[in-house]
């Protein structure tokens, strides 16, 4: 390891590649959240277009598909918000016309193909200074917001009935999920490439899914796993001479695949709790409750939390309490 760091195209590699694998995860959390998996997918495809674009004017790459990327997004997101395209034409949208318009752009420029082929599949060992600089930029506008705002965020893409009756401006968050989405996406250009990103963003949430419950446990598990699946293949690849965004993945998909059978084991010491006196008791139902202390997440099915069967009502174990949906808050039983 300290061979690598000798390196100073290897010390960039590895700073680009632990910055993707913080940001990456963290925004995948919100976009699998909203089951927008192949969000990263359609996003990709926009950027090759912002690299097309700088290579036909002869400008840096990742400023142009950054800028080309958001407005892509942001379209398809009002887009879907006014009714007029769902999200399966706006994905197609983003993954036809994106591409066909970015390789169309290369062509004229006289690069063909070939010039794409380093956003495509990543090239790690390419990232000069400036471009480790403005990485470090964009990583830390998409970390403030997507960590800052994880409570409004999560409300938005858990349910928004729910986050509009509470008074969240839902559109805004909306946009500021998919605007975080196109920024991520083009800044892992450089580390996975254009074609391998999605994978970063979505397979980290996945192992961390199995791993440990409710969201910000999901969040913070994702991340972990996300730097450490990005700097292990940028190291990896420099002693087995691969490529690193595909050796970024593959370790990402191991950490998944290694992570299921523990995910069933856990599930059977969660289903053994269920049954514990203490969850489980019939008290008075008649009596009053407690209204418990406010936290921003929201209780349903699927939520990440235990539930057991309380009367004519579910209750959710929530940090050792039991949480009842009451009109407008949650009491304690």
Known sequence: MIEILTYPFMQRALVAALLTGLIAPAIGTYIVQRRLSLLGDGLGHVAIAGVGLALLT?????????????VGAVIVEVLRQQGKATGDVGLAILFYGGLAAGVLMSGIAGGGTGA???YLFGSLTTVTGSDLALIAILAVLVLVPALGLAPQLFAVCADEEFARVQGLKVRLYNVMIVVLAAITVTLAMR??????????????????KNLVRGFYSTLVCAMV???????????????????????????????????????????????????????????????????AEDHPHRHVE???HPSVQHGDHTDFIHQGH????????????
């Not at 970024?248 to 010491?269: G, K, T, Y």
Request: glycine share 8%; with cysteine.
């Open 58 to 70: 002869g400008s840096a790459p990742i400023p142009a598909a950054v800028v080309v990327c958001v």
């Open 116 to 118: 794409l082929s380093q």
């Open 191 to 208: 580390t996975v490439g254009l074609l391998l990103v999605s994978a970063l963003m979505v397979v980290p949430v996945a192992a961390a």
């Open 225 to 291: 796993v996300g730097v450490l699946v990005a700097v292990g293949g940028a190291t990896g690849s420099f002693y087995a001479d691969a490529a690193p965004g595909a050796l970024i993945v593959v370790l990402a998909i191991a950490v998944f695949a290694l992570s299921w059978p523990i995910s069933i084991l856990m599930s059977r010491r969660r289903t053994v709790a269920l049954v514990l006196p203490e969850l489980v008791d019939d008290d008075d139902m008649d009596a009053p409750h407690i209204t």
């Open 302 to 304: 699927g939520c990440g």
């Open 322 to 333: 039991r949480h009842a949906q009451h009109a407008d808050h949650y009491d304690e039983h």
